[in-house]
């Protein structure tokens, strides 16, 4: 078991907000829909709420682990009948760039697809710079490990002596696949996040993509617009990482556990973790710790 560290041991960061509007547009992966999310500012202790603008009443749904919905292959949250779809890669952004409190107006349900990585996300919210708050940021410090998930797939949380979250990924699709086996670690830090994990995006298998479509699915969807891997690689869309495929699995991650609604002071480590695994990690870590605040704890 990695040392924990003492409550007393720093001071929490303070919240930052984004310093003015600013949108993203795009067309959704799996409806095909034209999508505008605009982020705004927000107060201090918002947290992260999506606002269907394109709803009566506009509808407001918290980016926490309480609103989410088991869908495969991504993140959906629902809130009083109002569903927001593959929220992950605009949680990560905002995680990423350490951006607390914002609320997201979004004109369709599902997130656009983009090129399949949040780098959109970050290069809007970078033009739009952030503004420090005048709360500190809640924060959980992990005292004991959990581990949810069986033997082939898991995702666990220890204790760490840093005051950071640290990671460890393990990708596994078998020896003898084209993907293979991929391992990344390091950790969540702004700059780690905009230069190695930001630009990295989905894949899918070839066959995986022909049943979906089967299936009157992404249809519309090309092979520039995500990583498909055929029989000798990637089809039409060269790598930007060696292991691209492994970092946007952190990508997700990283975007799934910012629905604790907090920081997160561990080391996770997982192997051939989803979305669902990642968030019963974070139903776990809200129940079995509690959220504290340094700055007002600390003399």
Same mark, same amino acid.
């Given at each position: 078991m990695q040392p924990s560290m003492s409550n007393r041991d720093f001071q929490l960061r303070q919240q930052q907000t984004i310093a003015r509007p600013t949108s993203v547009e795009g067309? /959704?992966?799996?409806?095909?829909? *034209?999508?505008?999310?605009?982020?705004?500012?927000?107060?201090? +202790?918002? /947290? &992260?709420?999506?606002?269907?603008?394109?709803? $009566? /009443?506009?509808?407001? =749904? #918290?980016?926490?682990?309480?609103?989410?919905?088991?869908?495969?292959?991504?993140?959906?949250?629902?809130? *009083?009948?109002?569903?927001?779809?593959?929220?992950? +890669?605009v949680l990560a952004a905002l995680a990423g760039l350490k951006i607390d409190n914002c609320e997201v107006h979004v004109t369709a349900a599902e997130m656009p697809g983009l090129d399949g990585s949040c780098q959109a996300y970050v290069d809007a919210l970078t033009e739009a710079g952030t503004e420090a708050q005048s709360e500190p940021r809640p924060t959980i410090?992990?005292? $004991?490990?959990?581990?949810?998930?069986?033997? $082939?797939?898991?995702?666990? &949380? *220890?204790?760490?002596?840093?005051?950071?979250?640290?990671?460890?990924?393990r990708l596994d699709f078998g020896p003898s696949g084209l993907i293979g086996r991929e391992t990344l670690e390091g950790k969540f830090t702004e700059q780690y996040f905009r230069e190695q994990l930001a #630009?990295?995006?989905?894949? &899918?298998?070839?066959?995986?993509?022909?049943w979906l479509k089967s299936q009157g699915m992404g249809t519309h969807v090309t092979y520039q617009d995500i990583l498909v891997f055929g029989d000798e690689g990637p089809i039409d869309n060269p790598l930007r990482f060696e292991d691209e495929c492994v970092r946007h699995k952190v990508l997700d991650l990283l975007g799934?556990?910012?629905?604790?609604?907090?920081?997160?002071? /561990?080391?996770?480590?997982? +192997?051939?973790?989803? +979305?669902?695994?990642? %968030?019963?990690?974070?139903?776990?870590?809200?129940?079995?710790? *509690? =959220?504290?605040?340094? %700055?007002?704890?600390?003399?």
């Open positions: 067309v /959704g992966y799996w409806s095909g829909n *034209q999508v505008t999310v605009e982020f705004r500012p927000a107060a201090v +202790h918002s /947290g &992260i709420v999506f606002v269907r603008s394109d709803l $009566e /009443g506009s509808p407001r =749904i #918290p980016a926490t682990v309480d609103y989410r919905i088991e869908v495969p292959r991504r993140t959906n949250l629902v809130c *009083q009948g109002a569903t927001v779809e593959m929220v992950e +890669h410090v992990i005292a $004991e490990p959990l581990r949810v998930g069986n033997e $082939e797939s898991w995702v666990e &949380i *220890q204790p760490r002596a840093k005051p950071n979250l640290k990671f460890k990924y #630009p990295a995006r989905t894949f &899918i298998l070839q066959e995986e993509a022909e799934d556990l910012a629905l604790a609604g907090c920081d997160l002071i /561990g080391y996770v480590v997982a +192997h051939r973790s989803g +979305h669902r695994l990642n %968030a019963e990690l974070v139903r776990q870590v809200l129940k079995e710790n *509690q =959220i504290v605040e340094f %700055a007002r704890r600390t003399a």
